[in-house]
């Protein structure tokens, strides 16, 4: 043999060797292409009704919020009508009142005797000891 055959046995070797590599190689790759696409099949089956419920959920939470907001816009509208009510029966029945309760003041004050004024200008300062009053400078006691 000589060494031009031997090298074309090495190179045919070498090439038998080189397209079985890439032969297992592309064979690899196809199964992972394949994996591949039954995942994503398997996750497309899966997600379609996923995306069902949640849209579900979705209208169910906007109509929930709906009734919130409708429930909120009446409270408001009762709180609102609570105060109209409240300024109306203070001006309607406050004024009278406070004029009432003067009167009634001015009247027992007047019944009652003029015992405020009996009160001297200066009072003396007293100390409370144990519930009795005791008088300061003087000595007295009340």
Same mark, same amino acid.
């Given at each position: ?25 592309? %064979?690899?790759?196809?199964? *992972?292409?394949? &994996?591949? @696409?039954?995942?994503?099949?398997? =996750?497309?089956?899966? +997600?379609?009704p996923l995306l069902a ?28 009508? %609570?105060?109209?009510?409240? *300024?109306?029966? &203070?001006? @309607?029945?406050?004024?009278?009142? =406070?004029?009432?309760? +003067? ?40």
């Amino acid at each position: 043999m000589s060494g031009g055959e031997v090298a074309g046995i090495l190179v045919a070797v070498f090439w038998a060797i080189l397209v079985s590599f890439l032969a297992v190689a592309l %064979a690899r790759l196809a199964q *992972t292409l394949k &994996a591949t @696409t039954k995942l994503v099949a398997d =996750v497309t089956d899966q +997600a379609v009704p996923l995306l069902a419920d949640a849209s579900t959920a979705v209208r169910s939470a906007q109509t929930q919020i709906e009734r919130v907001d409708a429930i909120a816009s009446d409270v408001q509208e009762v709180t609102s009508n %609570a105060s109209a009510l409240s *300024t109306t029966v &203070a001006s @309607t029945f406050g004024g009278p009142l =406070v004029k009432v309760a +003067a009167f009634g003041y001015g009247v027992r004050r007047a019944l009652g005797g003029r015992k405020d004024d009996e009160v001297p200008a200066k009072a003396s300062r007293r100390t409370v000891i144990v519930g009795r009053a005791v008088s300061r400078g003087r000595g007295k006691r009340d």
